[in-house]
C-alpha cells in the first residue's frame, strides 16, 4: 500500500516538473520567445531564426520608433525598412534633449506606446527597467541577427547604439601656419598657444573621454594644463567654428568631428581637421525596445536595420559623420581603423558626466551644468 502511495507520489511529481519545464521555455505572452542563444533559459526573449523573427514581425504590421537623428535621416531609415520588409507600416519621430525627461516620465507611467525607444546618456539607467527583455547578443552570436556583437551592451543585452562620434580640433587653414597644426594632444601646451590663441568649449565631452586612456590622474594633470593656457572660453561647436571659419579665430579645440566636418564641407579651403591619438570615441545613437511593446518583433528587426551599410551611410552623410566606429566600411570605421582610440565604451559609459565636471573643476567653472545638444 505504502509502495504503491509513493510510486503515485513519484509520477505526480514528475508530471508537475515537466509542466514547470514546459511552462519555462513556452512562448510567454508574446510568440517566438524561446529560440537561438539560450534566450529562454536566461529569462530574456530570442527567435529562432531571421525567417521567424522577419515572419512575427510582418504578422505585427506596424512600428512606432524614436531617435535622436534629424528628420531626413529618420525618412531615409523609414523607407528603407519598410521597402526591404514590405507590409510593416513605420513611424518615426525625432526625439531632442529637452523631450527626454517628458518621455521616460510618460514611460514610468504607462503612458507612452513608443515600440523602439531613445535612449539618453543622461537616463540610460532610468530606462532600464522599462526595457524589453529581447537578448540581442544571443541573437546577433547565433547569426540571428546581422549586428555587430561591439554594438550591444554585453551585460544590458536589450540595449545598443548605432552610432559614434569621435574628437579632434579644427583650424583656419588661412590663419595658422602649417608649421603651427599641433601634432599631439600635449601640443595645446606649448607655450606659443597661451593667451587666448586657441577656442575651447566649456563642455569638454571629447576631453572627458580621453580619461579611458589616460587615467583620471593624467586627464585631470592635462586639463589643468589647457586651463592655464587661458584659452577663449565658447559653447556651442556649430557657433564657434562658423566663427572661426569667418576668420574671428584659428583653432579649436577638442572639436567635435561631425560638427568640423559640416563646417569644412561649406568651407574646404578654409576649415581644416585633425585627428589626434588616442582619438577620443563616444557611443550614440542608443536604442532599445520598450518593455510592453506591441510590436517587439518589428521593434528587433529595425535594431538589426540600424546598423545595416543603408542606415550607417546615411549617419555618415546626413547627420553628418556619426556612423558607428564598429559598422564596416562606414566612414568612421575607416577612419579609426589602426589607430589608437579612447573607447567610452559600456563599462565607462556612466563615468563621463563624472569626468566632465573633473576638467571643469580644474577650469574654475561650476559643475552644475545644463547641457545642449
Not at 525627461?101 to 522599462?130: C, F, K, M, W
Not at 549586428?147 to 545598443?160: A, D, G, H, W, Y
Not at 585631470?220 to 571659419?245: C, F, H, L, N
Request: glycine fraction near 10%; include cysteine.
Amino acid at each position: 500500500m505504502n509502495r504503491g502511495i509513493n510510486h503515485r507520489r513519484a509520477l505526480a511529481g514528475l508530471a508537475l516538473a515537466l509542466l514547470v519545464l514546459a511552462g519555462c521555455s513556452g512562448g510567454g505572452e508574446h510568440g517566438g520567445e524561446a529560440g537561438a542563444g539560450g534566450g529562454a533559459a536566461n529569462g530574456m526573449r530570442t527567435w529562432a531564426s531571421h525567417d521567424e523573427l522577419v515572419a512575427a514581425a510582418k504578422q505585427e504590421g506596424s512600428l512606432k520608433v524614436l531617435t535622436s537623428m534629424q528628420e531626413e535621416t529618420n525618412e531615409v531609415i523609414r523607407q528603407g525598412f519598410t521597402a526591404k520588409y514590405p507590409g510593416i507600416e513605420v513611424e518615426i519621430a525625432e526625439q531632442s534633449g529637452s523631450d527626454d525627461q517628458r518621455i521616460l516620465l510618460e514611460i514610468q507611467a504607462g503612458a507612452n506606446d513608443t515600440d523602439v525607444l531613445h535612449l539618453s546618456a543622461e537616463s540610460y539607467n532610468d530606462y532600464l527597467p522599462y526595457l524589453e527583455p529581447v537578448d540581442l547578443m544571443a541573437m546577433a552570436q547565433a547569426g540571428t541577427l546581422s549586428l555587430p556583437k561591439e554594438m550591444i551592451n554585453p551585460k544590458q543585452p536589450n540595449t545598443m547604439a548605432a552610432g559614434a562620434g569621435i574628437g579632434g580640433f579644427s583650424y583656419n587653414k588661412k590663419l595658422l601656419p602649417a608649421a603651427d597644426v599641433p601634432q599631439s594632444w600635449d601640443d595645446f601646451l606649448l607655450p606659443k598657444f597661451k593667451g587666448r590663441k586657441f577656442l575651447a568649449d566649456i563642455e569638454p565631452a571629447n576631453l572627458a573621454v580621453l580619461a579611458v586612456a589616460w587615467g583620471e590622474d593624467k586627464l585631470r594633470t592635462y586639463a589643468k594644463g589647457i586651463g592655464e593656457q587661458q584659452p577663449i572660453w565658447a559653447r556651442g561647436d556649430t557657433v564657434s567654428i562658423t566663427a572661426m571659419a569667418a576668420g574671428e579665430y584659428r583653432l579649436h579645440f577638442g572639436s567635435n568631428y561631425h560638427s568640423a566636418f559640416r563646417a569644412q564641407k561649406k568651407a574646404p579651403d578654409v576649415v581644416g581637421i585633425a585627428l589626434l591619438e588616442p582619438i577620443p570615441v563616444r557611443i550614440t545613437q542608443i536604442q532599445s525596445v520598450r518593455k510592453g511593446a506591441e510590436h517587439p518583433a518589428a521593434a528587433t528587426l529595425l535594431l538589426e536595420y540600424l546598423s545595416s551599410p543603408e542606415v550607417q551611410h546615411a549617419l555618415d552623410e546626413l547627420e553628418p559623420q556619426q556612423s558607428s566606429i564598429y559598422a564596416p566600411g562606414s566612414d568612421l570605421n575607416e577612419l579609426t581603423k589602426g589607430k589608437q582610440l579612447s573607447v567610452q565604451d559600456w563599462d565607462t559609459f556612466s563615468k563621463t558626466r563624472e569626468w566632465e565636471e573633473l576638467i571643469l573643476q580644474q577650469w574654475g567653472f561650476p559643475t552644475a551644468q545644463v547641457k545642449e545638444d
